[in-house]
């Protein structure tokens, strides 16, 4: 678990942002830990643990964490260049922490972990429409993989979808994120909202809005679709982790 977990923000959702908020970067390393549930409280000390010892150390890395409602949780820290896969993020916290102290602090995760994998995002701001309220944790995800050859058509769809938005006026938006490493290509794209029955109203209100126009350019979207899927989260910022400035 020591080298997973220093791995661990080194390369991958949630909305996710899959899912928190859009960043000025351009590519997201994500790290993803399926928990098992009767380990999900410790998972969570761990986590608070982690961050601690960043924040007395002043770790200079930082991440966004989500929960998903699977018992899965994704963390998610800017990629500035691929060179980037091959270094250590907290190879600085081991010096200063010492190997023992470090150690036993990654053991902590071992026995939490069902599995764990890595992939990187590429954040398409172009084709996301607004950002995420402060206060907004909630996230709705879709999973949408497009038909293989269809990349083009897929991110054309997304720019229609886009100027319907725009042309309609409507208050709450989305992001929308790729897999460009790591795993199956797929757009992950979060609405949000203060929780799930927020977020549901503004969906329900938002399509009533697009209206006839929003239902053909689903129809063309689906005509292009492999397979789609959702997923519900929430952005954790209690286990989120900035960097001094």
């Not at 797929?186 to 927020?198: F, L, R, T």
Request: aromatic letters at 12%.
């Amino acid at each position: 678990m020591k080298k997973s977990f220093a791995f661990l923000l080194m390369i991958l959702l949630i909305s996710a942002s899959l899912v928190s908020a859009q960043t000025a970067s351009t590519n997201l390393m994500v790290h993803e830990d399926i928990v098992k549930p009767s380990m999900d409280v410790k998972y969570r000390e761990a986590l608070k643990k982690l961050k601690a010892a960043c924040e007395l150390h002043k770790l200079s890395f930082s991440w966004n964490t989500i929960g998903l409602y699977d018992n899965s949780y994704r963390h998610f820290a800017p990629l500035k260049s691929f060179a980037d896969l091959d270094k250590n993020p907290f190879a600085d916290l081991e010096a200063k922490m010492g190997k023992e102290a470090f150690g036993k602090l990654m053991a902590d995760f071992d026995e939490c972990l069902e599995s764990h994998s890595d992939f990187v995002l590429a954040q398409l701001t172009e084709l996301s429409y607004l950002s995420p309220p402060v206060g907004e944790n909630y996230r709705d995800i879709t999973y949408w993989y497009a038909l293989p050859g269809k990349e083009a058509e897929a991110e054309s769809i997304l720019g229609e979808w886009k100027k319907l938005y725009e042309s309609k006026k409507a208050t709450n938006g989305y992001t929308v994120n790729k897999v460009i490493f790591g795993r199956e290509a797929y757009y992950a794209i979060a609405s949000w909202g203060k929780n799930a029955v927020d977020a549901a109203t503004k969906a329900q209100k938002t399509q009533e809005l697009l209206g006839e126009e929003g239902g053909k350019l689903w129809m063309r979207t689906q005509a292009i679709s492999k397979k789609f899927y959702g997923k519900r989260a929430e952005v954790l910022p209690e286990f989120s982790y900035s960097m001094p400035k």
